[in-house]
């Protein structure tokens, strides 16, 4: 009765290893796997819309905010590369020329340095 238990038990091993050897092309298993040309999806970055508030880079920068957190600033919104853009620090304080719209996905400000670009309104609140 031993013998026939460990001879089961390496039989069932064997047919176990063995099975999961068997691929190829024409295999029953593969035959409803996607190929090598499968279409991925893949998320990427939403384009942010075109600009909705914008002030003249001539106006009067007169409202002072202060970031609440660190925000990007960026040249031209409909082209943000890492050649143009930057980071705006946590209390930094910008001006911005009008009024700050809340429904501006980007807007106008002049940063600490001096520079006009593009930044986030909602990312600031209004400075002491």
Known sequence: MKRF???SAALGAMAFAGGSQ???TGAAAD???PGADAAVTVD??????????SATAGGTYDRQYQAALDTPWVS???NVTSANQGTIRRGD?????GDVRSDA???QAKLPDGSIHYVHPS????AP
């Open 5 to 7: 238990v460990l001879l």
């Open 22 to 24: 068997v691929s190829g």
């Open 31 to 33: 035959a409803n796997r």
């Open 44 to 53: 990427r970055p939403m384009a942010q819309p075109a600009v909705q508030a």
């Open 76 to 78: 031209n919104p409909n």
């Open 93 to 97: 304080r910008v001006y911005f020329s």
């Open 105 to 107: 996905t980007w807007q």
């Open 123 to 126: 990312d600031f609140r209004s």
